[in-house]
Structures are given as C-alpha cells and as structure tokens.
C-alpha cells in the first residue's frame, strides 16, 4: 500500500540549529492497517507524515503508494489519495466559510475543479447524512461559519472532510492533542468508526501512549528519527504502557522521557 | 451643489471596479497587492493610446482588462513561482509598470480630447457628463457584480475564496495553491485596469500618475463599505463595496468643497484608511471599556 524506502530529513541544514528530524527511516503500510505512531517530542513522527503528503520535500529516499512513485509530486498531487487531519483545529477547515461549503470542497478532492456551481443540493442531502453520522448535532447548521464551531468540532467536521472521498491513506497528525481530554476521546471514538467503516488504511501520530496502545492493529515507536519499535497482531493487542515503556527501554537505552505522554 | 455629488457619485462608480479588484487580493486572497498602482495606469494607459489610434472605446476597454491581467500575472509568478514576498511582488510589478505605462503611451500624459468614448451614445441622448458616466458605471458594475457573484460561487471560485483563508486546507484538498493566488491576482488587475480604462475616458486624459495612491483609495473604499454596510452573503459584500467606493468620493468632494487644499488629500486619506484599519482595535477596547464597568452591578 505505502513503502518508504530509507527516507532522510534534515531540517535547517549546515546551520546551528541543523536538525535531523528523519534518518533512513523505512516502512511498509499494508492495506487496512492502522498504525499509531508514537514517540516523544522530535522523535520525527508528524516529519515523517509530513514527508508522505509531501509538505516538505525529503533529502534521500523514495515514498510510494500503491505502485506510484511520488516522491517528487507536490503536495496537492498527493493529496488527491491522501486524507489528513491536522494538530492545530484551525489548519484543516476554512473558517470563514460554512461547514456544507468546506464539506463541498473536500467533496471534490482529486476531481478536476470547473465552473459549475460550488455546492448542489444532492450534495447536501449527503453531508446532512454524514454529520449526522457524528452525532454533534452538525446537521441542524449546515451554513454556520466554521470558525464559530468549537476545536473538537472543527476535528470532527476536518476527519469526515478527509474521509468524504474514500481516501488510500489516512493521515492523521495529533489530531486529539489540542483537545480537552473528554473531546479527545469522542474524536477517536469517531475516527474509529470511520475507518472501521469505510475500512481505511491510516496513520495516527499521537502522544498519548494509552491511545497509541487501545487504537489501531499495529504500533510504531519513533526516537531520534528511526522507528525502533513496529509491533503487530497479537503482540499489539498484549500490550501495556508498562511493556511498552519496557521495550523502549531496551531498544534506545533510555528512560521514555516525555511527561505528556506518560501523564495522560 | 449638484454637479459636485454627481460628479462624486459618477466617479465612485467607476473607481468601484477598481475597488472590487482590491477587494479580491485584500481580503479573499489576503493579499495586499500593490500592483494595483501599476495597473489602474497601465489600463488607462491603454484605453487612450487604443482610443487615439482610432480603436473602438469599447475594445479600448477589453484591451485594458488584457493588460491588466497580464501585470497580474506577472506579480503572480514573481510571488508563487519565484517565491517573492506578494507585498514585494506587487511592487515589483508597479515599479516595472511605470516604465512599462510610460512606453505605451509614448509620453507622460495623453489627451483624449478628440476621442470618441464609451459616454458618447449616453451624452449624445442627452445625458450631461456626470450624469453618463453614472449610467456607465451602474452597467458595467451591475454585470461585474453578477458575473463576480456568480464566478466565486462555482468551484474554482469556492476554491480561490478558501486560499485566502487557509492555504493548507486548500492543498489538503488537492487544489495548487499557487494556480488559485495566480488567478486572483489576474482577475483582479484585469479588473482594476478596467476601472483605469473607464476613468480616464472620463476625465479624457491619461496620466502617468493617476496611479499614484490609488491602493489606498481601493483599501478605503472596502473598509467604508464594509463598516458601513456590513452584511453577510457575498452579494452583498459586493455591494457594499460599490457604496464604499461611492461614499469615499461624495466625502472627498464634500472635504474639499470646505476648503481643504486638493494638495492634502492623499494626507487625508491615508489618515481616513490608518484610522479604519484601527478600527477593530477601538471596537476592541471600547468592549472592555463596557465590560468592565457592567461588572460592577
């Protein structure tokens, strides 16, 4: 489905503040995988998702999905099979515009875009359906603005914008962290549903190692911009935060050092 | 008395396209685009060396609108191509013009007092000037306003809306972000070279100067309009830009009809514009200002 293949990123090269935020980094994503992803701060997870949707351009190393090479496509290229949701509740929604006209502009990703008209009314009787899906009662306000909507809202509206046009890859980057942790919650509850449903394949960047651990079939810990942990099947539904702190012990030779994740 | 708001209320109409096209980069795109400078000249530019070459008023017209979605164009690729800041880009692009205006007409400033205009069949019906140019301005900013309201409701135009807003959201999306900003860009010094094109048919000369000021005469006009007549839906945005436009040269000619030297005008407005753009900080204190003191009962 997804192969990156040996992926380097150096942020601010030759600089002092020169940063290696991904180092042969590799990785196999299998259909109908839902991968957590988690690792403390700078570890190189959102880099890494970034990377894959083509926000920054990598230094070495190829990324392929499903077959087609596109390491060198720009970012809007991609995003035709890609489905993102965003840390900042503000990046992936449009706020001065109305939730059935943002839904109507993910409604056309990866379509050629014309000079008919933005929105049609069949359109809306399926947004209405699908907010309806989400159970915030987004249905009864279709025109509202955007902006007027709360974060895990806005979450909520920018996972069913991602997912309107069945998506190849999920990218999901932190998309709960700037939640308070009740919304948190209903957010993943809803994304669960939403790849269960459309039986997507994702990725989910996260700091919560309870999260990481209850969602997704497969685990990928990151630390100083390799994967050191990929844990599957049967051994992923075993784990404990205990284990996996353990095994990240082992792997790095260091304590998980990273209060947010170990709090929450 | 008369004379003097119908002469303000004639020119207001045709700054209004003018004013739309800023209001396209200034507030859907989020760019200030100072390439509007260039380009209201460069329209005028065109009308009149057209019009003096014995071409029909109205090509003259269509002819500027191609100028200035070329200027356009230009700040557009120095901005999404070559990565140029748009602040710069625009100024870039103005400075180029003024060379650019000043090869076309061949000379500083062109008189068109012999040509024949896009005002004449009005005034041959009897119309003074003022009054034909009111009639003018009301046609083109009618079909500009519906051709506008139409096009930013379609896809491309929900897609350029959205830019201005959240450029990340827009790729997300798989839209060229760059292609969008480009579009804008052009479709607003078309429309800005248009306005340049109208006006100097009506004051029957162009000038390598009338540019000068002239974005913060647009910025005027959109903020007027938008603090007088602030509605939401995107016609009546347009509208009240029309009226904004208007309402800036009725007071600009009441200002100087009091006896403020035509010399400190430019002073003035872009006192008028400073105060405007200040406006939501006001609002904003004066907020505190109420709520403070309704915290004490």
């Excluded at chain 1, 690792?39 to 087609?68: F, H, M, Q, W």
Aim: glycine share 10%; charged share 15%; with cysteine.
């Amino acid at each position: 489905m997804l192969i990156v293949n040996g992926l380097y990123k150096t942020f601010n090269s030759g600089t002092c503040n020169q940063k290696e935020a991904l180092i042969n980094t590799s990785i196999h994503v299998r259909q109908g995988d839902f991968i957590s992803i988690i690792g403390g701060n700078g570890a190189g997870k959102s880099t890494l998702l970034n990377c894959i949707a083509g926000v920054y351009p990598i230094d070495r190393g190829s990324i392929v999905i499903e077959n087609t090479d596109v390491t060198n496509l720009p970012e809007h290229k991609r995003a035709t099979v890609l489905g993102r949701v965003f840390q900042d509740p503000m990046m992936g929604t449009a706020s001065n515009m109305g939730i059935e006209e943002n839904l109507a502009l993910a409604y056309r990703r990866g379509k050629k875009r014309g000079l008919s008209w933005g929105i049609s009314n069949k359109e809306r009787s399926l947004y209405k359906e699908q907010l309806k899906t989400l159970g915030l009662g987004l249905e009864e306000r279709m025109t509202t603005k955007v902006g007027l909507l709360s974060n895990g809202q806005r979450q909520a509206l920018t996972l069913l914008m991602a997912t309107l046009k069945k998506p190849k890859l999920l990218l999901l980057d932190e998309h709960t962290a700037a939640l308070d942790p009740k919304t948190a919650k209903k957010v993943l509850e809803i994304t669960d549903q939403i790849i269960k449903e459309h039986n997507l394949t994702a990725m989910m960047v996260t700091h919560n190692m309870r999260d990481a651990i209850k969602h997704g079939n497969r685990l990928i810990m990151m630390h100083e911009g390799q994967i050191i942990l990929d844990i599957n099947g049967e051994d992923k539904k075993k784990l404990t935060v205990e284990a996996l702190l353990d095994r990240f012990g082992k792997v790095s030779g260091e304590e998980f050092a990273n209060d947010r994740a170990l709090l929450s | 008395m008369l004379q003097i708001i119908t002469g303000a209320i004639s020119l207001g109409l045709l700054w209004a396209i003018m004013t739309i096209g800023v209001y396209i980069t200034y507030r859907i795109l989020n760019i200030a685009d100072l390439t509007v400078e260039g380009s209201i000249t460069m329209g005028a530019a065109i009308a009149a060396k057209a019009l003096t070459g014995g071409v029909n008023p109205y090509l003259a017209i269509i002819l500027a609108f191609f100028g200035g979605m070329l200027a356009g164009l230009f700040t557009g690729i120095l901005h999404t191509k070559l990565k140029i800041p748009a602040l710069l880009s625009g100024i870039l692009t103005m400075i180029a013009l003024y060379s650019v205006n000043l090869r076309i007409m061949g000379t500083s400033n062109l008189s068109l007092i012999r040509a024949e205009t896009v005002y004449m069949p009005f005034q041959a019906m009897g119309l003074n000037q003022n009054n034909a140019a009111i009639v003018v301005g009301l046609i083109c900013v009618s079909i500009l306003v519906a051709i506008l309201y139409w096009f930013f409701g379609t896809e491309i135009g929900s897609v350029i809306r959205a830019t201005g807003n959240n450029p990340h959201m827009v790729r997300a999306q798989g839209v060229n972000t760059d292609l969008t900003i480009v579009i804008g860009l052009v479709l607003s010094n078309g429309l800005v070279a248009v306005s340049g094109g109208l006006i100097a048919q009506s004051q029957r000369f162009a000038d390598i100067q009338m540019g000068t000021g002239s974005i913060v005469i647009g910025l005027a006009s959109v903020i007027i309009g938008e603090v007088l007549f602030s509605r939401n839906g995107f016609l009546s945005k347009l509208i009240s830009l029309v009226l904004g436009a208007v309402i800036y040269r009725v007071i600009i000619a009441f200002v100087l009809k009091l006896g403020m030297p035509a010399n400190d005008l430019k002073l003035f407005t872009a006192i008028t514009v400073a105060i405007a753009l200040a406006l939501p900080i006001f609002k904003e204190y004066l907020q505190t200002l109420k709520k403070s003191s309704m915290g004490v009962d």
